[in-house]
């Protein structure tokens, strides 16, 4: 995978039944996304508050492999690849001890803030996917070399 962050399960993270609550691995996934964006040395607080682009998630789906609990190590990688000129998404997969917990997809458009209408991504975004697929690859080709 492309760019990996890690992170430790937190109590306020669960659910009554003490497990991680299903909307608590998107905000999860969310700082994964965060990290990426900021390791391409984008200014978080620049891109989170411009007030002339933004980059609403349009959809959202995960999928619940094996459950989480307080103190688990999780390691979340993901892979961000263009899909449109206006458009991204994001792929996740979260595993604890090298065993695949869960996947998750978001998927990202571009606008400009005041009108909210759909526009093409900025070149700072297209860097970022762009560098993070293309290590994503090179990560993909060194794994299946590794297999043979």
């Known amino acids: ?25 998107l905000a999860i996934c969310h700082e994964a996304y965060e990290e990426s964006l900021e390791a391409s040395s984008i200014n978080l607080k620049v891109f989170f508050t411009n007030p002339s682009v933004g980059f609403p998630i349009v959809h959202a789906s995960v999928d619940f492999l094996r459950p989480m609990f307080v103190g688990d190590k999780l390691l979340i990688s993901l892979i961000p690849q263009k899909i449109g000129v206006d458009k991204f998404e994001i792929t996740y997969e979260i595993t604890v001890i090298e065993v695949v917990v869960a996947k998750a997809i978001t998927r990202h458009v571009c606008i400009d803030v005041s009108s909210r209408s759909k526009q093409e991504l900025p070149e700072e975004i297209i860097q970022w996917l762009e560098t993070n697929r293309r290590d994503a690859k090179g990560a993909e080709r060194r794994k299946s070399r590794e297999i043979i």
Not at 1 to 25: E, H, P
């Open 1 to 25: 995978m492309s760019f990996t962050y890690k992170c430790t399960v937190r109590f306020q993270d669960t659910d009554a039944a003490g497990v991680v609550y299903f909307a608590n691995v």
